[in-house]
């Protein structure tokens, strides 16, 4: 006689989310392949979980906990992977080859005590370098940091003025309003 209790397993049909998850059991796991949107067949025992696509195995995965995510890089496409295992290697790599101040600025940009908020912004930033160009994100990450500005809304706003060939103008003060007093108004008036 075993001494152990028979596992008997379950089947569930999770269907594949956007992020390539399955949920199982309230905990997630990622599924090879793009099959977004796709019904699954899942065996589910105590020790793993086995995920079938028309009737052919396509992952197993340990079994985790409720709440957990079991999410195996190989299974998202190489142009995700970086992004959502938070690969910041990958990601400054990606700003250098773009060019050598590109580079710097993220390295600045991510030089962070929790670097992984801070990679919006490098996304940011390499949107910017697909609509305006490697060399003009290049030369504007030069400039702002030989001012120490490291701010990719700034960068965003350089482009922007510059895209479309505005120059800074310098607008003339507006007229003093009626309503406001002037600073002649609240001057010290000594006794005499």
Same mark, same amino acid.
């Given at each position: ?8 397993? !379950? ?8 992020? *390539? @998850? ?9 599924? =090879? ?14 020790? !793993?979980? %086995? ?7 396509? %992952?197993?995965? =340990?079994?985790? &906990?409720?709440?957990?995510?079991? !999410?195996?890089? &190989? ?14 290697? !990958?990601?400054? *790599? *990606?700003?250098?080859? @773009?060019?050598? @101040? ?15 908020? %801070? ?11 697909? *609509? ?61």
């Amino acid at each position: 006689m075993p001494s152990t209790v028979f596992d008997i397993p !379950t089947w569930v049909n999770p269907k594949v989310a956007p992020d *390539r @998850h399955v949920q199982i059991a309230k905990a997630l796991y990622s599924v =090879p392949g793009d099959l977004i949107g796709q019904r699954l067949s899942a065996r589910v025992d105590a020790q !793993t979980v %086995k995920l079938y696509f028309r009737g052919e195995l396509i %992952k197993v995965h =340990p079994r985790i &906990a409720a709440g957990r995510r079991q !999410t195996d890089p &190989a299974d998202l496409p190489s142009e995700l992977t970086a992004y959502a295992m938070r690969d910041l290697n !990958t990601l400054q *790599r *990606r700003a250098e080859s @773009h060019g050598t @101040h590109i580079g710097i600025y993220t390295a600045a940009v991510l030089e962070h005590p929790l670097p992984w908020t %801070k990679m919006r912004q490098v996304y940011r930033l390499l949107g910017l370098v697909r *609509r305006h160009g490697a060399d003009i994100v290049d030369d504007a990450c030069r400039r702002s940091l030989d001012a120490e500005v490291v701010d990719v809304g700034v960068i965003d706003r350089m482009l922007a003025r510059g895209a479309t060939g505005q120059q800074l103008t310098l607008l003339p003060p507006p007229a003093p309003s009626r309503f406001v007093r002037s600073a002649t108004d609240f001057a010290v008036r000594r006794p005499s």
